[in-house]
């Protein structure tokens, strides 16, 4: 039998012959780092009360056992999932994940609140990305927050969402690697409105106050995140794409791509390119849609590898923040992390094995028959030889064998919460 080794020099040589170089790509891939949600951890549920709950805006299901109920063992676990996924990333958080014996509530919260995860970003040299959180709260009124009718509704998320951008500064600062900051807010009806318009103006104006605050771009980029539809908001979401795109545009503010946020043909794949035209840089929430739920764990599906292809061929790498967001109560957490962000690496590693200014010669000279041929080859290249190379240079189990390490975790440490 060949070793990892030996196979991957085959893998090599095979596509040297189609001018790439592997050994470059390898390179490449080390450099990119994904955004890992520490929300899959315990079903978005976090520590601001004692047993987190979900009441409003979002929801997961399934009850598998060993979720994380404390920041450490949500620490433990995460540590867990990075050891057995290739590369150095990042950790994002959610406000509901702050970490302190103090009650405070979202709009109290200030950076000491979350010094714990700063000291232990720094030992495992990781950056990290934040979120204010926009449910799950009793402030959260008749399904609306930051466009609400009510003044005194707005003003607490207002509040929390300036403190937000102060957490994210701080990370930025001490952590010396820019803070993405995510707003998404669910606020919607489930019935048709009467009024589309109010709420929409409702939340640019709440939108622009959280944003007056002056924060330097080296620390903190605000994203911000739009939604088709959702629980309870079946029939208008407030923040929906085309709001997004003018609010972000207009103001310098990211636009973040959610996979799942569209309707059921749309795909984010398709918006990259334009987005890129108009925007320095680019989010995205890697997700997977099935029906109602936008967040099942991520698969190795077309567009997943679409995603990837769209960064990596139009050279958006550098612009680009991919952040992960599904959250399945169904199976083991650590595993649904491991598949998803090693599924996201691998659909880049993909796309980086394509000669793709071969395939765009073809295409400008109008050879389609190649471009076809060529493209549904490439599909049949050894792609699975140099990830486990990749896997086994930085020191994570190749294959499948990261399965059995997940489940002696389960069996010695989450068996016993
Ligand atoms: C919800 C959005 C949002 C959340 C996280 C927890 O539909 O995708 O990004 O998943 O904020
Ligand atoms: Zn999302």
Avoid at 148 to 160: A, G, L, M, N
Wanted: charged residues 30%; contains cysteine; aromatic residues 10%.
């Amino acid at each position: 039998m060949s070793t990892v080794e030996e196979r991957y020099q085959v893998a090599k040589e095979r596509y040297a012959e189609i001018g790439v170089d592997t050994d470059k790509v390898l390179e490449r891939l080390q450099n990119v780092k994904i955004s890992m949600h520490c929300w899959q951890g315990d079903d978005v549920k976090g520590f601001l009360t004692p047993d987190g709950e979900l009441t409003g805006g979002i929801m997961s299901t399934g009850n598998y056992p060993g979720a994380a109920h404390t920041p450490d063992q949500l620490r433990q676990d995460v540590e867990k999932a990075y050891s057995l996924i290739p590369g150095k990333h990042k950790l994002n958080l959610h406000a509901i994940y702050l970490d302190t014996d103090e009650t405070v509530d979202l709009n109290e919260i200030e950076p000491r609140h979350f010094e714990k995860w700063v000291n232990w970003a720094k030992e495992q040299g990781i950056g990290l990305d934040f979120n204010p959180t926009f449910f799950s709260h009793p402030m959260m009124k008749d399904g609306f927050t930051l466009a609400h009718p009510d003044k005194e509704v707005r003003d607490y998320w207002i509040e929390h969402g300036k403190r937000s951008r102060r957490v994210a500064e701080y990370f930025g600062k001490e952590l010396g690697e820019t803070c993405y900051t995510n707003f998404w807010v669910p606020d919607g009806f489930k019935d048709n409105p009467v009024d589309r318009l109010s709420p929409r103006r409702r939340l640019m104006e709440s939108l622009d106050e959280i944003f007056s605050e002056e924060i330097d771009e080296k620390y903190n980029v605000d994203t911000v995140e739009s939604k088709l539809f959702g629980l309870g908001a079946e029939a208008y979401t407030v923040g929906s794409h085309e709001f997004y795109m003018g609010y972000g545009i207009s103001r310098g503010k990211t636009i973040l791509m959610d996979a799942g946020h569209f309707h059921p043909t749309e795909v984010i794949s398709n918006k990259i390119s334009s987005l890129s035209l108009f925007s320095d840089k680019l989010m995205l929430h890697v997700s997977r849609p099935v029906r109602w739920d936008s967040d099942h764990v991520v698969i190795m599906d077309d567009e997943l590898q679409d995603i990837a292809k769209e960064i990596v061929r139009n050279d958006l790498l550098d612009r680009t923040a991919i952040g992960l967001d599904f959250f399945d109560a169904t199976i083991n957490r650590i595993a649904a992390w491991v598949v998803g962000t090693r599924n996201t690496q691998k659909a880049l590693l993909k796309a980086m094995l394509e000669p793709t200014e071969q395939l765009r010669d073809m295409e400008n000279k109008f050879d389609f028959t190649s471009r076809l041929v060529y493209t549904e080859d490439l599909k049949d290249f050894p792609y699975a030889d140099v990830w486990n190379y990749f896997c086994l240079k930085n020191n994570v189990p190749v294959g499948l064998d990261w399965l059995q390490d997940v489940r002696d975790y389960e069996a010695k440490i989450l068996a016993e919460r």
